[in-house]
């Protein structure tokens, strides 16, 4: 299975690209610029010690079997948009979260479509799957953290939401189906809450979990 990583930066794709990469699956970090994706690619291959590859979003795409959109959401619609052809019928895992910062609080900006993950389903003829908005990027991205955290996930084709489930349970998640794409606003608004009580409490990097 090829699965690509659109925009592939920060911690939430090294650390995917990391793990997917060490669990056998080919992986594809992407990016607008083919010279980042290289590197990105090379810095990532290291760490796992496998080989990642690395591609302007539009060839990761092409190749791919699952896509990730690991990049900023004020840029991840027109990126969609561009990607239009190349996506079609596959499945996308939006993790993306709109929020802004004001007066040192981040809120939730809650989008006309609902959330980012149904803008995403409306922009593409694919399979969306929301997912991976709450977890801790920089402890996912260290190999030594153990990864035992809880993973709610919304969409509306079970087959998407299946292969998602067991990407992410072989990395370790306890996966938690939380119904279909239009509940996705709820798993969006969890990371603004998370990241406004790490800043308070200075807990450092927080996840969820339901016990």
């Known amino acids: 299975m090829k699965i690509a990583l659109l925009g592939g930066t920060g911690n939430l794709g090294k650390g995917l690209a990391v793990r997917l990469s060490l669990l056998g699956y080919e992986v594809i970090v992407g990016s607008r610029r083919e010279e980042k994706a290289l590197r990105l690619a090379e810095e990532y291959s290291e760490v796992a010690g496998v080989k990642v590859k ?14 990730f959109f690991t990049i900023p959401w004020e840029h991840a619609f027109t990126t969609a948009e561009s990607l239009r052809e190349e996506l079609r019928n596959k499945v996308v895992v939006s993790p993306l979260v709109p929020m802004k910062k004001e007066n040192g609080v981040f809120t939730y900006v809650r989008l006309p479509e609902g959330s980012a993950a149904e803008k995403i389903a409306q922009i593409l003829d694919s399979k969306v799957v929301s997912a ?6 920089a402890r996912f991205a260290d190999l030594n953290e153990k990864i035992d955290w809880d993973l709610p996930f919304c969409g509306d084709d079970d087959k998407a939401k299946a292969i998602v489930a067991e990407l992410a349970e072989k990395m370790g998640f306890r996966v938690l189906d939380a119904g279909p794409l239009r509940n996705s606003s709820l798993l969006e608004s969890v990371t603004p809450l998370i990241i406004n009580i790490m800043a308070r409490n200075k807990n450092g ?6 016990v």
Not at 205 to 210: C, S, V
Request: net charge negative.
């Open 54 to 67: 690395g591609a302007v979003n539009g060839e990761a795409a092409k190749l791919c079997d699952i896509a």
């Open 132 to 137: 991976f908005h709450s977890v801790p990027a």
């Open 205 to 210: 990097e927080l996840t969820i979990k339901f």
